[in-house]
């Protein structure tokens, strides 16, 4: 089955502490993205790579950061620099540009809580 | 700086009727939009899409209205069916080299009354 695949699906955090979420793809697409959630917003883009080894940022980047070093794998770090990290985190990839007619295709998601 | 913008928070529709849901976006250099549907605890999936070269596009009972000119588009969904019970994002893209970012609006929650 061809998909994105998130986890941990739940996670706690204790502040000050760094969590890594793990995102991975077999889609076979080029781009990657890590957007976040929050109660009565939009999806908020975090960070985004258009390839291997190349990432941007996103809207709302402080307090985190992100590696591309597998085509697969676009891993988020919520860093203890983020101020408000509690969110649900939505990862992503598409095969190209959106004006291409592409489209982004979702994971599941992973809810972080700060305790 | 909301560029796309969801101005209702919620819809409750019966079923078999139609679910009209708009989206209103500042930005006049979107030229490709698209909705998405998002059910509790899942991410969110792909629905329909429409570039600004068209003014109309349908796929079964989900049809998308662009208004270049009034900055505005609906999601029509005919009939409505219990299934269709969920969180409905409209989001916008533009030309460019920044063409990988979506911009969201914030979700119209749409429930279908039997």
């Known amino acids: 089955d061809g998909g994105i695949t998130q986890s941990p699906k739940y996670l706690f955090r204790k502040e000050g502490q760094n969590v890594t979420l793990s995102c991975e793809q077999n889609?076979?697409?080029?781009?990657m993205y890590w957007y976040r959630q929050d109660p009565g917003q939009g999806l908020r883009l975090i960070y985004y790579s258009q390839i291997v080894n190349d990432f941007q940022k996103g809207d709302i980047a402080e307090g985190y950061s992100v590696s591309r070093e597998k085509k697969e794998s676009f891993p988020l770090t919520v860093t203890s620099a983020q101020k408000n990290p509690t969110a649900f985190y939505l990862c992503a990839s598409s095969r190209g540009r959106f004006a291409s007619g592409n489209t982004i295709y979702f994971g599941e998601g992973s809810w972080l809580t700060v305790v | 700086d909301q560029q796309v913008k969801q101005n209702s928070p919620s819809l409750s529709v019966q079923e078999g009727r139609i679910s009209i849901l708009n989206c209103d976006y500042t930005n006049s250099m979107f030229d490709y939009f698209l909705w998405y549907k998002k059910y509790p605890a899942e991410g969110p999936t792909f629905l329909i899409s429409i570039s600004s070269i068209k003014d109309k596009n349908e796929d079964g009972r989900f049809t998308v209205f662009l208004n270049k000119s009034a900055k505005h588009l609906s999601l029509h969904i005919v009939p409505s069916q219990p299934g269709d019970s969920a969180v409905y994002f409209c989001a916008a893209s533009k030309q460019g080299r920044n063409d990988y970012k979506l911009s969201f609006g914030a979700g119209t929650t749409v429930t279908v009354r039997a």
């Open positions: 889609l076979n697409h080029d781009a």
